[in-house]
């Protein structure tokens, strides 16, 4: 191996391979534990999480292969700016916390499925159902999206170009789509259990070797510090940037936690007991994920503040804040035998983010597509056939999904952001709508199509020609935020006439 370049061998891929074996066999194992083939037992597995099962699928999927490489690449770019991630994820612990306990107990009593059930069961309008469902199904596709690009990014970094981005992405999703149609839900959160121990100790790991072999914290923000082209890195925000930050948490709290998968989470936890108790667990997980990244970031900003890092990867001029992770990696193996099998680790632990992320928004998109979009056209189908049509339906959407993810030339970080920007119209008729029953389908419908075109509308106010540039944040504030707040004032003019429920 020499000094600049990455020998990604036999020997990591044996691990990489081991791995994506004891998930196939963990699929084997749940198609035997299924006990019928309808659309509980496929998709919410029978409604049977104990503590550790659903604290671990929770975990793993809410944090994916963003978190590594996203968040690293964002906290790159921004410095200390992006410590907004650790408390944007845990806001959506707290906003579960507003609408979860009566979800679970309402899904128990009415036996719900997917989001939708919800939304038709309380508001009684399948038009409803469907326009939530359809921004749901945009989430999830851009979710998944975000997953296999992470994917392609860091095969690309830690290949040196040796493996096609196709080869590897398209060879993950295959696997991914025969555990999950073997054992459904169980499966995904079973598989969850094994990725969300393999991400949390990658992440340690990578911290410990990124502070060890790389530079301390001190150091690296005393280096920012001096380098007037970094400082700013290290600085406060100022007015407009705190506006930011409070807009970049309450959008990803409140629609983190209406993410169809978290949904049909709670709706599989065995007692409410236990979903109180995996929430609580779940509150102190940012500070070993988000944290992580963030400081990892930070310590790459010192040490390589340009990119321009053509002995690293060769055949490249430079190199986007994209590539922090793949260069972390290079920047390891090169310190000893004991780097090199590090880093084997930490990819296997990307790779696990990745799947247990990705898998979990499959499986909702199959749930949605049977349930929400397939069943109201044949009222009498089987429950049987439902669930084939479910599994039919997340090999259908993969396949977009991983030709946009492959050609997706904008950062993780941006399609993050445009998904929660939409989703957020959603919220309303989830926080509001569970607790007052003056909320009505129209009011709701009128508040979600308002607060979309005042989001769309100021988003590409520019390219419309509207105002002379696109205005996705207006005084540090995200146009989705602003197209939220029109939403519930429109909501409010049937909520304030409600009762509580």
Sequence with gaps: MTENSLSFGAG?????????AIMLGIGALARFKRKDDSLSDFFLAGRSF???VLVMTLFATQYSGNTIVGFTS????NGFGFLVCVHFMTAIVAAYLLFAPALYRLSREREYITPGDYIYDRFGSHTLRIVVSVLMVYALCNFAVAQVKTLGVAFAGISQGRIPVWVGAVGLVVIMLIYESLGGMRSVAWTDAI???????GLILLLVLTLTHISDLSSAVEKLGSNPLTKMKIERPDFEGSLHWL?????????????????????????PEVLKKSLAVMAFLPFFTALIAVIV????????????????????DTLSAESVFSLICLEITKT??????????????LVAAVMSTTDSALLSLGSIAAQDFYRPLKPGVKEEKLTQFGKKATWFFMAPITYFALAYEGTLVQLLQLKFELLIQCVPCFYLGIHWKGLTAKAALAG??????????????????ISETNHKLVWGIHAGIIGLLINVIVCGTSLFRGTKV
């Design 12 to 20: 990591s891929f044996a691990i990489l391979g081991g791995y994506l």
């Design 50 to 52: 104990g503590f550790f």
């Design 74 to 77: 964002a906290s790159y770019r």
């Design 195 to 201: 990725q969300g121990i393999a991400l949390m100790s």
């Design 247 to 271: 807009s970049f948490i309450v959008m990803v709290g409140l629609g983190g936690a209406i993410y169809p998968q978290a949904i049909q989470r709670i709706f599989s936890a065995k007692k």
């Design 297 to 316: 970031g930070v310590v790459m900003a010192a040490h390589l503040p340009s990119l321009e890092a053509q002995s690293l990867i060769q055949g490249k």
């Design 336 to 349: 000893s035998a004991l780097g090199y099998w590090a880093v084997a680790v930490i990819f296997a632990a």
């Design 448 to 465: 979600i199509f308002t607060g979309l075109a005042t989001t769309l509308i100021l988003t590409f106010a520019g390219d419309l020609g």
